[in-house]
């Protein structure tokens, strides 16, 4: 049975930085694309970071260009996303997502995704 387990949320004041880490278990995600996307109350879901099946290729959100960074380590099966200079707009349950198809570079739409974690709370005060 495939799952993904996020930690790393919290609560956090504005300018500081948290790291979120999604771990899977169940199958091997070596050859998929993975990402993290967001979604605050009373909005969609939201794409915020992808990274290729390799780890060679990431994109962001321009929300968080320059502020967030997204990386894997395909020997833990897991991926993580640095946030540094938190904005209170930054608050939202962040999901992890590994992409459905094989050798992808983690797209920014969330009908790709095959399998989802349970999510974790990011809460940044001003």
């Known amino acids: 049975q495939v799952q993904l387990v996020e930690s790393g949320g919290g609560l956090v004041q504005a300018g500081g930085s948290l790291r979120l880490s999604c771990a899977a278990s169940?199958?091997?995600?070596?050859?998929?694309?993975m990402g993290w996307f967001r979604q605050a109350p009373g909005k969609e879901r939201e794409f915020v970071a992808g990274i290729s099946w390799s780890g060679r290729s990431t994109r962001y959100a321009d929300s968080v260009k320059g502020r967030f960074t997204i990386s894997r380590d395909n020997g833990k099966n897991t991926v993580y996303l640095q946030m540094n200079s938190l904005k209170p707009e930054d608050t939202a349950v962040y999901y992890c997502?590994?992409?459905?198809?094989?050798?992808?570079?983690?797209?920014?739409?969330?009908?790709?995704?095959?399998?989802w974690g349970q999510g974790t709370q990011v809460t940044v005060s001003s």
């Open positions: 169940g199958r091997t995600f070596s050859s998929y694309g």
């Open positions: 997502g590994v992409d459905g198809r094989p050798y992808s570079s983690g797209s920014d739409y969330p009908s790709t995704y095959a399998y």
